[in-house]
Structures are given as structure tokens and as C-alpha cells.
């Protein structure tokens, strides 16, 4: 099976509740990270592509995934 094209939203929670706060950002992560990015990946669905970006961002560090979508 030829993988698909995803295009997968991600933010970072904690940077967004620092910036938002006018607090110091301890993440280690750039501030930009408060904002919505947009990351192109690879995978056989949905639920891969989402995978994917969770094992390189994980959920544990405060990353968020608001949306998984096809690159048609």
C-alpha cells in the first residue's frame, strides 16, 4: 500500500498557557510552539498519521493534536 499524505495541526499547551499567562516559558520549547503548526506527514490513515506525529511529540510534553487531514 502506497502511504498517504496528512497534514496534521499540533500546538504545544504548556507554551500556549505560559505565553497567554505572561509567564516565563520553562519548556525549553520555543514560544512559537502556543501557536497552531502545521506538519506534513506520511502514513496509511488517519490514526497513523496521528501516531506518527505523537511518538516525535508527545502528548506527555504538553503537545496537543487538533486535526489530521488528507492532502488530497
Known sequence: MIPKRFEV???NQEVKKSVREAEKNRT???DDWADT???EVKA???D???AKILARYPAERGFVVLEVREIP
Do not use: C, E, T
Request: hydrophobic residues 40%; proline residues 7%.
Open 9 to 11: 495541526a499540533i500546538f
Open 37 to 39: 503548526r502545521y506538519i
Open 48 to 50: 497513523g498519521a496521528k
Open 28 to 30: 525549553g520549547l520555543s
Open 44 to 46: 496509511d490513515s488517519p
